[in-house]
Nanobody, 124 residues
Framework: QVQLVESGGGLVQAGGSLRLSCAAS????????MGWFRQAPGKEREFVAA????????SYADSVKGRFTISRDNAKNTVALQMNSLKPEDTAVYYC?????????????????WGQGTQVTVSS
């Protein structure tokens, strides 16, 4: 089992940057593919980015490709989401999630563990 805690959210102006971090408990962090999802008010939770166990493979939603970068540090049990060129439509609660399989899942249903979320608000 793994516990996840996100941090780094906040209020930023459009065009600005934020870096989200997710800290994982346990000694098997490198056994999990990791993902970031987001959920805006009144909308479904949507995929943002995923990274493989080793960090060698990544996947991004089209809406964030070229602006967001996912990375992980298995020695520190952390996964990060660097968000640049933020837009008001990026406003949402952002969640990190862990998947014990080898896939880069884009569906929330394949992730077994979730953090509590961190709010990101982008003002225009």
């Amino acid at each position: 089992q793994v516990q996840l805690v996100e941090s780094g959210g906040g209020l930023v102006q459009a065009g600005g940057s934020l870096r989200l971090s997710c800290a994982a408990s346990g000694r098997t962090f490198s056994s999990y593919a990791m993902g970031w999802f987001r959920q805006a008010p009144g909308k479904e939770r949507e995929f943002v980015a995923a990274i493989s166990r080793s960090g060698g493979s990544t996947s991004y939603a089209d809406s964030v490709k070229g602006r967001f970068t996912i990375s992980r540090d298995n020695a520190k049990n952390t996964v990060a989401l660097q968000m640049n060129s933020l837009k008001p439509e990026d406003t949402a609660v952002y969640y990190c999630a862990a998947d014990p399989s080898i896939r880069l899942g884009v569906s929330a249903s394949v992730y077994d563990y979730w953090g509590q979320g961190t709010q990101v608000t982008v003002s225009s």
